[in-house]
């Protein structure tokens, strides 16, 4: 049984929510008051639609389901257990009733004051940040208000890269544009156990969530993704296009990153730090992915400070690879196709993991998606968005965005 096409986040028709994309731009969602149903939309339809056209197609009510809040999940729990069901039989229930909790987040740059965002390849906006989710069963934890610093500093924007390795080690790695993802996925591995010191454990993220403890490490079950875009509608007729594969050589993509929670991120000046709540401030968020790293003249003038006993000044940036990294792909863009498309992803905890060599020339995406980012997420991950434009000439041009988080609670 695919069980990756029926999920729809548990319980019994709900009747119908808020059209997609009614919600105040770039603004994560706790409820379910505002929320549709994730109904499946045709994917790739011979009469392309206009501009029009797609966003009232995905502003139209359509029929849903119910996604459920922690509390309705806690209820429910209470029901089964009352009835004298051991936890451990209540939760292999709930996954087979794929009843899990539901956050979600969304963009509109209708809303935003623009038809669309465009992104060039070429420039400095060929790799941008989109969106971050609420992290991962925290609902506890206050977002930053819309019209805070906190929002507009540090929740809306890209997480200041951070370079985890030991800089007290000229053997520092590094990565350069040219290299390839296989040297990106050893850095990776590398620094893995570093980052493991710099998270908060999990009893001070417990503190912040209403799930029912014992917590589940990995809780997320399924991510859906709702993507409406379009590429610049020309080029890409370049040899190995098959016929058949509208995707083929397409220079425009979305990608999933990952935010992680850092405690040896200091308050910001002129902000207390609140010891005795052991609160957590937005301005900590450390990127997992994209990652971070520095380049070999940074190095080396570090090395020359510590000859010279100077404290050594760490430099700090985003290392974007110039290829797709399959791993992280949601989904490419129709090759030269200009008018929006609306593209509906899932990934399922049951997926298996995505291979470099993934063909994704014919659906845009890996067909059997992405279990192996699903299983990894933690308690108090934020999945992030970053949308991709390479080459001159090419350009992602982007409606909406939303994005639906699925976790056991």
Known sequence: MDRRGRGRGGGTPYGLGMPFGRIPPHMPIRTTDDIRGTQRPVEGVDEQPKMDDAQASSNRPQPGSYNATVEDVKHIKVLLTTNGLPWEIVHIIMDMAEYWACSQASVNYGYLGMR???????NDAEDSFMLRCPPVGLTKWPLPAPDSQEYKEWWTSAARPKHVADYGQTSNPTINNGESNERE??????????????????ETLEKFTD?????????????????????????????????????DNSHTWFDAGLDRFDRSIPYPAGIKEDNTTNQIHPCMIRPIWPISTCTDSEIGQNINRRQSNEEPVIYHRYHHALHPDRKHVIQFNKRAVRQLQHHHVEWSWLDGSVDEDEDMGFAGHAPGGNGEFVRSLRLGDMVTIWGRARYGGWSNNISKIEVKVYYAA
């Open 211 to 247: 799930i029912p403890v014992p917590t589940l490490e990995n809780p997320v079950r399924k991510i859906v993704f709702d993507i409406v875009s379009s590429d610049q509608g020309h080029g890409g007729h370049e040899d190995g296009t098959r016929a058949g594969a509208p995707y």
């Open 185 to 202: 996925a050893d850095l990776t591995a590398s620094t893995a156990p570093l980052t493991r010191q710099l998270d908060f454990d999990k």
């Open 116 to 122: 669309v965002k465009r992104l060039s390849g070429g």
